[in-house]
T-cell receptor, first 115, second 111 residues
């Protein structure tokens, strides 16, 4: 069964450094997403991406975040200058059209630790 | 997204059926009802969705009230692996719409 994959599973970085989180969505899906979950809190939407541009973003997704689909398979989230509060699990998702609506399929996540 | 209300927690015994309720009294005519779950230390996982009719898949069944103001996710035989937080979500019906996760229902399965 096709699945969303993410690398790395765990990333440790120093405050102020740039990180790139990588995802390979399900191959025939058209919409891609990033969510994050701070420890003990809810899963929060960051951004959605369609046809090589951002279709929706949350207030969390400020200028230090960017997304890119550099080739036909990868989808990346870049955090330009990490802060301590960026420490969280980051989940990538992609969605496919199924029985009248769009369902999202999530990857296993990347745990980002900012020191 | 239409507002949903779920119990904070539920408990079940292994191999028994579990009925997880969700109220969504402000549902509109075109809102699909989606269920996702999150197992410990994992990403959210799609479970099932429906519009009006009851739905079955290999993971679960979804029973939708006739007035669509409530629904019930049914796990026919709970296993220890089904212990998770279950989310009932009614996303806006636009293509690629975000999911908004609430508190969900924490399901505990006793051996």
């Amino acid at each position: 069964e096709p699945e969303v994959t993410q690398t790395p599973s765990h990333q440790v970085t120093q405050m102020g450094q740039e990180v790139i989180l990588r995802c390979v969505p399900i191959s025939n899906h058209l919409y891609f997403y990033w969510y994050r979950q701070i420890l003990g809190q809810k899963v929060e939407f960051l951004v959605s991406f369609y046809n090589n541009e951002i279709s929706e973003k949350s207030e969390i997704f400020d200028d230090q975040f960017s997304v890119e689909r550099p080739d036909g398979s990868n989808f990346t989230l870049k955090i330009r200058s990490t802060k301590l509060e960026d420490s969280a699990m980051y989940f990538c998702a992609s969605s496919g059209f199924d029985r009248g609506t769009w369902s999202q399929y999530f990857g296993p996540g990347t745990r980002l630790t900012v020191l | 997204d239409a507002k949903t209300t779920q119990p904070n927690s539920m408990e079940s015994n292994e191999e028994e059926p579990v009925h997880l309720p969700c109220n969504h009294s402000t549902i509109s005519g075109t809102d699909y009802i989606h269920w996702y779950r999150q197992l410990p230390s994992q990403g959210p996982e799609y479970v099932i969705h429906g519009l009006t009719s009851n739905v079955n898949n290999r993971m679960a069944s979804l029973a939708i009230a006739e007035d669509r103001k409530s629904s019930t996710l049914i796990l026919h035989r709970a296993t220890l692996r089904d212990a998770a937080v279950y989310y009932c979500i009614l996303p806006r019906e636009t293509s690629g719409s975000r999911l908004t996760f609430g508190e969900g229902t924490q399901l505990t399965v006793n051996p």
